[in-house]
């Protein structure tokens, strides 16, 4: 016998998005909310410095207990499971997705448009900004829009960016900063931003974490928060296909189960669980998974690639005053008209990459105290480096995929999912082009500065993932319409990552939580709030 | 596996690191203080690290840390790393790198070998020179020190991986905020909390620096 939880709105997992779906309808209607949420607690703002200081000292993980060890699968995928999720440790930088990234295929004749245009989103990116608190600096309008000023003004440029900003200027590529869920200001009861460095655990408070959310909604007493509750499947209402629970068990006592019972179920488990949970769910009805009729749960996982550097720069720097804040361009995200396919972005950074103490001169001599010191200064002394990274935007293939993987179970016997990710042939027959344009680039910036490239890199690991659920008006290549209100489950939502089309070239944090306040208003529609 | 790997490596390390020095026993278990330079360990399994005999790790120092600190700055080095010494856990949950599924662990207790090092460089210098390591010359440490740093690579990560005392006294000293404004000769201060005021200036010169105090 089951023991029964029920509410109006059920929303499973307790990261970002589920705070933005949770604050929106907390405020704007009366529903009753409960979150579930596999994982824990971890550490409170009162303990990061602590953990802060662990992690500087020792390289620990500064969040205890922020997974679960038998819930992992294979692939490009977060570790944490935890109140807060991935944006605990995120460094909280929010770009907007660039109007091209929702009509790539109207323009440019690659991937897909989204069911959605930026103008669609744009009063939600306001609105997510709002929320979490998004301190940053207009770019030009032409490759920066937007209806609002941000919240806050920009971090300041240390020293060091604005050495950098002068250098950009004179490559004539426009160049801003990024902006950041860090207060410049006091906002929302958080404290201002101290520069300490460390953004993966910021000891201020200063940097938006969900659980900031989480603990304003209890203490209104808004929300039920369940945690260490993990959710294995979700199950219909007898002959029909709206959800009536979300079946789960307490971890602490797997043998007895617990039945989420509600009028909407939100799955807020970021780009990898929330296609999980919809494939665990099959049943007669859906025998290849909830929400999967047209058999497109776990498709499409998406991402973007990056290539990267190192810039040897004739000027004094000072790396170490604040690496945690960068210059950004998305000029070559809105390119304007193009022969050939390429868009992206640039970001610069302060770095001492080449210029650390070490054990050994270039010869190959062992180094001694006042020799070890010499030799450094020698080389700070001599110019200074830049890191630069561009994320281009990769276009998934159908096949680029989350599934379930029989060979890794958990304790309880679920198969954990397995993504092996793909890129469609366009990307690839793009990839030379898109390297040598980026890379052309970079080599421009180094010698308008009089420097040169020290090293570059391309990578191929899917950064800012999602997918797996992406949005559509079309039911027979989406899982999601356009509020991520699923085709096949009218009473059943997905938010964030998993609803993505593609991940243009911009973190795409800022994007899921806009989306999944969109999801919201619909959800409170029904609601009679909105 | 990473409970079954982290138990094994709890067990097994005193063991592989004693062994790393031939004929050198470690001193065995000793008092590990809980102050630390980097926080205190929120459950920390209660380890406890062999001691590192004092002089000999001053004796080290003496020769591997710039003379410019002066013996003051010197001892404050060495004394830092003592107290990141004591604090340090091994096999303890490493930050997850990005997008990465698995967990990882730091590696096993790398003290007892410390000590054991630092005692077989105690043995070594009487059999050689009938004396104390601190009381031969620095020349004459470097070069005692010459063959075991000399395996370490040419860089200076992070001292807890440091397969010798030597070098990872000195990964401890010239990775800090210290070693930073000393290169430069500008209080960067890095990883310090300083508020956003005044960010876009220029460093201050060290007290003492080139170009004068702030």
Known sequence: MSRVIESDVCIIG?????????????????????????????????????????????????????????????????????????????????????????????????????????????????????????AGEQGPEDCDPRSKPYPMPPLPLSYNLARMREWTDSAGIPFWTQPWARNTEPYRGRNVCQRCDTCAVCPTGAK???????????????????????????????????IAAAEAVNRDAPTEPIEFRAGTFVLAGGHAWSSHLLLLSANSRFPDGLANRTGNVGRYMTGHWYVSGFIDLPMRLYPGIFANNSLLTHRFASPGPLDRYVRHDIRLWESDVGRVPRLRNGDGGLLWGDEVMADWRERTDSGATARIRSYYDVLPDRDSRLTLDGANTNALGDPMPRIDYRPAQASLDLEDHTHNTIFGRFEHLARAAGGSMMSRRTSRLWEHPGGGCRMGDDPATSVVDRWGRTHDHENLFVVGAPTIVSSGCANGTLTFCALSLMAAEEIGNGLGGG | MPRSRRSFLKQSVATVAAASVAGCAPDGDGESGAASDGGTRAGATGTRASPLPASTLRAV??????????????????????????????????????????????????????????????????????????????????????????????????????????????????????????????????????????????????????????
């Open chain 2, 61 to 214: 120092g003496e020769a591997v840390l710039p003379a410019e600190l002066g013996d003051d700055g010197r001892e404050r080095a060495v004394a830092a790393f003592e107290r990141w010494s004591d604090g340090l856990e091994p096999v303890a949950e490493l930050a997850h790198p990005y997008l990465v599924p698995e967990t990882r662990y730091s590696g096993p207790d790398p003290r007892p070998g410390w000590a054991a090092q630092l005692q077989g460089l105690e043995k070594e210098c009487r059999a050689r020179f009938g004396s104390e390591f601190g009381e031969i010359d620095v020349a004459a440490r470097r070069n005692l020190l010459a063959g075991p740093v000399g395996q370490a690579g040419t860089g200076l990560g992070s001292p807890s991986n440091a397969g010798h005392v030597a070098v990872a006294l000195m990964a401890h000293f010239f990775r800090s905020p210290t070693a930073t404004d000393l290169c430069y000769g500008r209080v960067i201060a890095k990883q310090q909390c300083r508020g956003l005021d005044g960010a876009l200036g220029e460093p201050v010169h060290v007290a003492g620096s080139e170009g004068g105090a702030p």
């Open chain 1, 208 to 242: 938006y974490t969900p659980d900031f959310a989480f603990d304003q909604l209890l203490a209104q007493g808004r929300i039920d928060l369940v945690t260490r509750t993990l959710v294995r499947r979700l199950a219909l209402e007898p002959g029909t296909d709206r």
């Open chain 1, 14 to 134: 307790a990261g970002i998005t589920a705070a933005m779906v949770a604050e929106r309808l907390a405020e704007r209607t009366n529903a009753s909310i409960t979150i579930i949420e596999a994982g824990q607690r971890t550490a409170s703002l009162a303990e990061r410095t602590n953990t802060r200081a662990r992690m500087l000292a020792y390289g620990e993980n500064p969040y205890p207990n922020d997974h679960i060890p038998d819930q992992t699968g294979t692939g490009n995928m977060y570790r944490q499971m935890v109140v807060g999720g991935s944006a605990m440790h995120w460094g909280g930088a929010i770009p907007r997705y660039s109007p091209e990234d929702f009509r790539i295929r109207s323009l440019y004749g690659v991937g897909c448009d989204w069911p959605i245009s930026f103008d669609d989103i744009e009063p939600y990116y306001q609105e997510a900004e709002e929320r979490i608190g998004a």
